[in-house]
């Protein structure tokens, strides 16, 4: 039996992306012969992308896209952060932000049935998976096409922000997406943060309420009246409200003004924002990080 040295595997990654024990053990089955790993390799890894459509994918990237008054934002999942980085990764990600703003679909089935290089991009996306052996999805996206202007700003690859607005200073769109980066408001007014964000605060406020009445007690303190206690409640929720719509936050690069107030000064209105955060509400997995180790090491003893 040929020998099968580093440099063969390395050659044979170099040419599929596969990852180094595949390479290894298509080189072992194939006796050294680089061709026919190359065909264990397409055969193994084909199949690959269902039994990895299991895995969870809670790392990834955010993507947008725009082109004069349409634009989208795209969230597409990996499983570790290392790919996340790979070059195929981002082109995929930033090609699903073009297919949604130029095609419109209805949702992600739809988009992942939109042509790209003679493929679908669920073809695309498989072979990908095939190809680096991990888990990949598209979770989400949003499109925007408006009458006004649109603005975008990405903090790294992790935070996307998409803002529709209009007034004529461009420069105010893009600042007003990085601080929706930096301050991820839920909504654009209080009067649109959704009702279950609320009862949940108001849930909160109400179990500390009660926790400083039963210290009170113990201390031998007076309590408060119901009435005073409903006046804390509101004041802890218009209190959450305020700090959770962009308008009423105060502006990350001048904080004596609030987002309202500088958007009136530059005559400029936001109709609507999307925030995507990576991962985002995906439980991760958490791995035994020993018995991973331990089971890469007998691995490599097969």
């Known amino acids: 039996m040929a020998a099968i040295t580093a440099a063969m595997v390395g050659e044979l990654r170099a040419k599929t992306d596969a990852p180094m024990m595949e390479c290894k053990k298509a080189l ?9 790993a190359e065909e ?14 299991a895995r969870i994918t809670a790392e990834g990237v955010v993507a947008s896209y725009i082109s004069g008054n349409v634009g989208a934002l795209v969230e597409v999942n990996s ?35 939109l042509p790209l290089d003679g493929k679908t991009l ?3 996306r498989s072979a990908l998976i095939g190809k680096i052996g991990e888990n990949m999805s598209i979770r989400r996206f949003q499109r925007f096409e408006t009458t006004g202007k649109l603005a975008s700003y990405l903090h790294g690859t992790r935070i996307g922000v998409m803002v529709e607005f209009e007034g004529a200073d461009e420069q105010v769109g893009k ?13 654009l007014s209080s009067n649109e943060v959704p009702a279950e964000l609320i009862e949940k605060e108001r849930s909160v406020a109400a179990l500390k309420a009660q926790e400083d009445a039963d210290a009170a007690a113990a201390a031998g303190k007076p309590a408060q009246s119901p009435e005073i206690l409903a006046k804390r409640l509101e004041g802890s929720v218009q209190k959450y409200l305020k700090e959770v719509s962009l ?14 107030q500088m958007l009136k000064e530059k005559n400029t209105t936001v109709k609507a924002f999307t925030m995507y955060v990576v991962g985002e509400g995906i439980e991760k997995k958490q791995d035994d990080f020993a018995a991973e180790v331990a089971a890469q090491m007998a691995a490599s003893k097969q």
Request: aromatic share 4%; no cysteine.
């Open 247 to 260: 308008l009423n936050q105060a502006f990350v690069k001048n904080d004596k003004q609030s987002i309202e």
């Open 122 to 124: 669920d073809e695309v």
């Open 79 to 113: 499983e570790t952060d290392f790919v996340a980085k790979n070059d195929d990764f981002l082109a995929l990600a930033a090609n699903a932000a073009k297919l949604v703003a130029e095609h419109n679909p209805a949702d992600v089935a739809a988009l992942l049935a």
């Open 28 to 36: 072992t089955e194939a006796e050294g012969d680089m061709g026919r």
């Open 40 to 53: 264990i390799l397409r055969v193994k890894l084909g199949g690959k992308a269902s039994k990895a459509s």
């Open 175 to 187: 600042d007003v997406a990085m601080h929706i980066a930096a301050m991820k408001p839920v909504a």
